[in-house]
């Protein structure tokens, strides 16, 4: 299937390549058993190499992105049957919100310092990028959507895909969370915040200082959510 153009060529093209595909898995763009052009077909789409285009191909299949299937090509992989089986095994009392907010507690400090010790430059990349493109003024579906596509591309850049699926079932169980925190441009002006000092700690490969950043932005969001709630914010 056709590929959307790079928006923008930056140093390291590669790694671009592959940050700029991610992102169109992460949002469905390509979804689930897609085929990708071949790599002469890539390469002219982006104007570059073909050897850039194997090792953006290289670094999605290492993460099991994509695989290369005989007679078909790149193909998009299926997303982990792990969710479906962790639902399968949770009663109903599991999946109220302040079980899965605790659950948030537990592991998304983890992943935050899990990326800052394994994040893989396409994987700065996406973070970057999804952070230019958050901010106060956007409205709430929009900014409830990229902080989900943040968190989701934090637990890919862990390099664990246990993980990365935990915090998928915690993302599908918190969209009214989310929502009420995402309700005003001060709550997502502090969202912002709290990603920013996420991503600052990242980049400098800082594990602990991740782990504190996150732990903070959940207390932010957890008394956002209280604060919308006791005041009747709309959902909207």
């Given at each position: 299937?056709?590929?959307?153009?790079?928006?923008?060529?930056r140093?390291g093209?590669g790694v671009?390549?592959a940050?700029?595909?991610e992102r169109?898995i992460?949002?469905?763009?390509?979804a689930p058993g897609?085929?990708l052009p071949?790599e002469?077909?890539?390469?002219?789409?982006f104007a570059?190499?073909?050897?850039?285009v194997?090792?953006?191909?290289g670094?999605?299949?290492?993460?099991?992105l994509?695989?290369?299937?005989q007679g078909?090509?790149?193909?998009?992989?299926?997303?982990p049957?792990?969710?479906?089986?962790?639902y399968?095994?949770?009663?109903?009392?599991e999946?109220?919100?302040s079980?899965v907010?605790?659950?948030?507690?537990v592991?998304?400090p983890?992943?935050?310092?899990f990326?800052?010790?394994?994040a893989?430059?396409?994987?700065l990349?996406?973070l970057e990028?999804?952070?230019?493109?958050s901010h106060e003024?956007?409205v709430?579906a929009e900014s409830?959507?990229?902080?989900v596509?943040?968190h989701?591309?934090?637990?890919?850049a862990?390099?664990?895909?246990?993980?990365a699926?935990?915090?998928?079932?915690?993302c599908s169980w918190?969209?009214?969370?989310r929502r009420r925190s995402h309700?005003t441009?001060?709550?997502r002006r502090i969202?912002?915040a709290?990603?920013?000092a996420i991503?600052?700690?990242v980049?400098?490969r800082?594990?602990?200082?991740?782990r504190?950043a996150?732990a903070?932005?959940?207390?932010?969001?957890?008394?956002?959510?209280r604060?919308a709630t006791?005041e009747?914010a709309p959902?909207?």
């Open positions: 299937m056709p590929v959307p153009p790079l928006p923008h060529r140093p093209v671009e390549i940050a700029h595909l169109l992460a949002t469905g763009e390509l897609a085929r071949a002469r077909e890539l390469a002219e789409s570059v190499s073909r050897g850039s194997r090792e953006a191909l670094h999605l299949e290492s993460k099991s994509v695989e290369r299937v078909r090509g790149t193909v998009v992989c299926l997303p049957a792990r969710v479906g089986e962790l399968a095994g949770l009663d109903e009392t999946k109220e919100l079980d907010a605790e659950l948030r507690a592991v998304e983890r992943i935050a310092e990326a800052a010790l394994r893989t430059a396409s994987d990349l996406q990028d999804l952070l230019e493109r003024g956007l709430t409830v959507r990229l902080d596509e943040f989701a591309a934090l637990a890919r862990s390099q664990n895909p246990l993980l699926t935990v915090n998928t079932l915690a918190t969209p009214d969370v309700t441009r001060r709550a969202s912002v709290g990603h920013r991503l600052a700690a980049r400098a800082d594990g602990e200082a991740a504190r996150m903070d932005h959940l207390d932010a969001v957890a008394a956002l959510t604060l006791d009747g959902l909207a």
